[in-house]
């Protein structure tokens, strides 16, 4: 892997969401949300959102205090000091290793993170009304446990303030319309440009909102899918349904962890110059 590659690449991936033109049926869409949401009281919006962020927070400290995060953290280091016997804790991977070096490493994180999803996709069209239940919080959970692990491994530790609500942002800003992206990349490389303390956040800390729920939504769709395929049986096997729930979950942590490599990859890139 070249030294140029990965810039190049980044440059690449930036620039089709910069040239990304939304069609006719996301405009009517956006149009539909913003003038609905205008009739809900705005007391009871601001308290709908915010008990979904509180969610998603208690959700990313929950995964840090599992014993199944320590030792993916432990393996992590351990695959890191194959290149480097200097690094001792997390932070150091970030100073002793290449951006290539570091790649290689979040990849078999994103590989891994892809195969749960697949694997709980299928176990949703395949299963009952308890696995279509829980679909959507496990998927969540599986996604930011994902950007957790890319993370770490660009050396950043993710019970830090500062580092769980970047997370947050991140896995807000992959879970995004496509074409509302781009606006939430520029907004996170500004938070990290002006970084003012290492720990603490100073930035704003709400994640989601009108424009977020069209991920929800398509989780709908998703399992009224599932439940209409789901006595097209096949050799005794909805075949149908676990291949929607199955690719439905792969492509959203392929979506996710692709934006989440992106960021730390070019966030790397931008401590590098800034000390030299």
């Known amino acids: ?39 809900i ?5 601001k308290a709908f959102f915010s008990k979904l962020d509180a969610w998603f927070f208690h959700t990313h400290a929950f995964l840090q205090g599992t014993s199944y ?6 393996r992590i280091l351990t695959v890191g000091r194959i290149f480097s016997t200097r690094i001792e804790r997390i ?5 002793e290793l290449t951006v290539e070096q570091l790649t290689y490493i979040a990849e078999q994180q994103m590989t891994r993170g892809r195969f749960y999803s697949f694997a709980q996709g299928g176990l949703t069209g395949a299963g009952g009304w308890l696995f279509l239940g829980i679909d959507y919080p496990l998927m969540m959970l599986m996604n930011i446990r994902a950007i957790q692990l890319i993370g770490l491994t660009f050396g950043h530790e993710m019970n830090h303030p500062y580092e769980m609500m970047i997370s947050l942002k991140v896995f807000h800003a992959a879970t995004l319309p496509k074409r509302l992206r781009v606006t939430a990349w520029n907004e996170l490389m500004d938070e990290v440009k002006r970084k003012e303390h290492p720990y603490i956040f100073s930035g704003e ?11 929800p939504v398509k989780q709908c769709f998703k399992s009224l899918f599932i439940l209409m395929f789901r006595k097209k049986l096949i050799q005794g096997l909805p075949f ?8 439905s979950n792969y492509h959203l942590t392929k979506q996710v962890t692709e934006f989440a490599m992106k960021f730390y990859q070019y966030r790397h890139l931008m401590e590098q110059e800034g000390e030299q």
């Open 1 to 39: 892997m070249s030294h140029q590659r990965i810039p190049t690449e980044l440059n690449n991936w930036l620039e089709q969401y910069k040239q990304y033109q939304p069609n006719d049926f996301e405009m009517v869409y956006d149009h539909w949300v913003q003038q609905h949401f205008r009739n």
């Open 205 to 215: 800390d709400q994640l989601t909102d009108e424009a977020w729920l069209e991920q």
């Open 41 to 45: 009281n705005p007391n009871v919006r």
């Open 69 to 74: 995060q320590y030792e993916a953290r432990e």
């Open 240 to 247: 149908i349904s676990i291949a929607i729930g199955a690719y």
């Open 91 to 95: 932070e150091d991977m970030n100073n």
